[in-house]
């Protein structure tokens, strides 16, 4: 019989993401599902082999890296969904900076069980400390400013929900989830549209049909482009993509407070502060999914 935890016993977080939490739960239900059954098959034989079905124990998680632990909620809710007698002792929350030799947190309970989670809740929680770290870095470098990071769709494949978490978990904000919650008209959306005005006026007439309620973003690639997406109402924010300094400071100023903007582009750890001195309110980064290194830890019998 499936057997799934509350998403709200363990974390209270909003992901800002245009989906709702029951969404974003069978999502993380989905993950945890699909690993297990890649993993496990039809049974963990290397420890049924030779650890008997009524042994416990009891293991740690312990890092062997430094940065923001990320992906202790989603590791108990592995446990939970494997065994739900396994009890789990925090010692370290998410979000938290951790070091060398930390200990996050202790598993108890049947020792075929923990063996059986190990591998998922290390998987996952590798990666998504890796994306917190990286998040949290890029928010450093932003003090002061009133930009904030978001991330993309430059996912992992199967796991978007937990990589977007571990960007919440570091400090930035969720861009949409997927192509269903969010209207986003790029560079071929427009010319396949055969211009902007176009692509933006079929959008309206595609929203009004089908009675959906989606916020509309579009990509400029120069400031003319601006100056047309201006002529537009009801446009939440304009994507300032691969402009320099110059041309992103002048697009803020022609755009004022009739929306939101946001700079993208290739903007990496030596260039993201000087785009949010040019006033932009949000600066998107595939990078905080698509290029970390796993955080290294491991989970040890104690």
Not at 8 to 23: A, G, H, P, R, V
Not at 137 to 156: A, I, P
Not at 158 to 173: F, P, Q, Y
Request: glycine share 8%.
């Amino acid at each position: 019989m499936f057997y799934f935890v509350n998403i709200k016993k363990y974390f209270c977080l909003k992901l800002n993401l245009m989906i709702s939490q029951e969404q974003f739960q069978k999502e993380l239900e989905i993950i945890i599902t699909n690993a297990i059954r890649e993993d496990v098959g039809d049974g963990d034989h290397s420890s049924l082999a030779c650890i008997p079905k009524t042994a416990t124990g009891k293991a740690k998680l312990l890092v062997k890296d430094e940065g923001v632990i990320a992906g202790v909620a989603f590791a108990k809710m592995i446990f939970e969904y494997v065994d739900k007698n396994l009890e789990v002792e925090t010692l370290i929350n998410d979000g938290e900076q951790v070091k060398y030799g930390d200990i996050v947190f202790y598993v108890t309970g049947s020792s075929q069980s923990i063996l059986k989670a190990e591998r998922l809740v290390l998987n996952s929680m590798q990666r998504m400390s890796a994306i917190a770290t990286k998040t949290r870095s890029f928010m450093d470098l932003l003090k002061g400013t009133k930009t904030k990071v978001l991330d993309t769709r430059k996912t992992t494949p199967g796991v978007r929900a937990i990589e977007k978490w571990a960007v919440k978990i570091g400090g930035g904000e969720n861009h949409r989830f997927a192509l269903y919650d969010l209207i986003m008209l790029k560079d071929n959306h427009i010319d396949f549209a055969g211009g902007i005005t176009k692509a933006i006026n079929k959008t309206k007439g595609y929203l009004k049909e089908t009675n959906k309620n989606l916020k509309i973003i579009v990509e400029a690639r120069s400031l003319t482009e601006i100056e047309e997406i201006l002529q537009s109402d009801g446009i939440y924010r304009i994507l300032i993509d691969n402009f320099n300094y110059d041309d992103t400071r002048k697009a803020v100023e022609l755009i004022g407070t009739k929306c939101l903007t946001e700079s993208s582009g290739g903007i990496n750890e030596n260039t993201i502060r000087k785009y949010a001195d040019c006033g932009v309110d949000f600066i998107s980064s595939g990078a905080l999914t698509h290029s970390v290194y796993n955080m290294d830890l491991s989970l040890k019998a104690v």
